[in-house]
C-alpha cells in the first residue's frame, strides 16, 4: 500500500498563503505513473475535490475546481515522489481538512472522491478574518 503523507497546513489570516506538500513512499511504480489530486472536508460538510494532476501518460494535465481558480496551483515534483498545492488569498470558507489522493495507472482523470484508492491522513488548513 502506498503511503501519502501532507504537511504545510496551519492557522493564517485572510488573505494569507500556505504551501501544502504531500509525499509518497512504498512505491511499486514510478510516482509519475500516478494520477494525484487534492480534497477538502469541512466539519458538516462533504469531501469535495480541489485540484488534480494527471500522469505522466496524459502530459500531466490539470483540472481544478471552480473555488480554487485564479488561487490555488497543483503541481508536482516526480523526482522527488512530492505533489504540492500552494495557495494565495486564502479564504476563511477555505478552512478544511486537506487530504492528497492517487491512483496508478488512470486511464481517465475524473477529480471525484471515489475513483481514488490511495489517501493520505490530511492536514488541517484554518483561515481567519
Known amino acids: 500500500q502506498v503511503l501519502l503523507v501532507e504537511s504545510g497546513g496551519g492557522s493564517v489570516q485572510a488573505g494569507g498563503s500556505l504551501r501544502l506538500s504531500c509525499v509518497a513512499s512504498r512505491l511499486t511504480s514510478s510516482f509519475g505513473e500516478y494520477y494525484m489530486a487534492w480534497f477538502r472536508q469541512a466539519p458538516g460538510k462533504e469531501r469535495e475535490g480541489v485540484a488534480g494532476i494527471g500522469s505522466i501518460n496524459n502530459g500531466g494535465i490539470i483540472t481544478y475546481a471552480d473555488s480554487s481558480k485564479g488561487r490555488f496551483t497543483i503541481s508536482r515534483d516526480n523526482r522527488a515522489n512530492t505533489l504540492y498545492l500552494q495557495m494565495h488569498s486564502l479564504k476563511p470558507e477555505d478552512t478544511a481538512k486537506y487530504y492528497c489522493?492517487?491512483?496508478?495507472?488512470?486511464?481517465?482523470?475524473?477529480?471525484?472522491?471515489?475513483?481514488?484508492?490511495?489517501w493520505g491522513q490530511g492536514t488541517q488548513v484554518t483561515v481567519s478574518k
Open positions: 489522493a492517487g491512483r496508478w495507472g488512470a486511464a481517465s482523470y475524473p477529480l471525484k472522491q471515489d475513483y481514488f484508492n490511495q
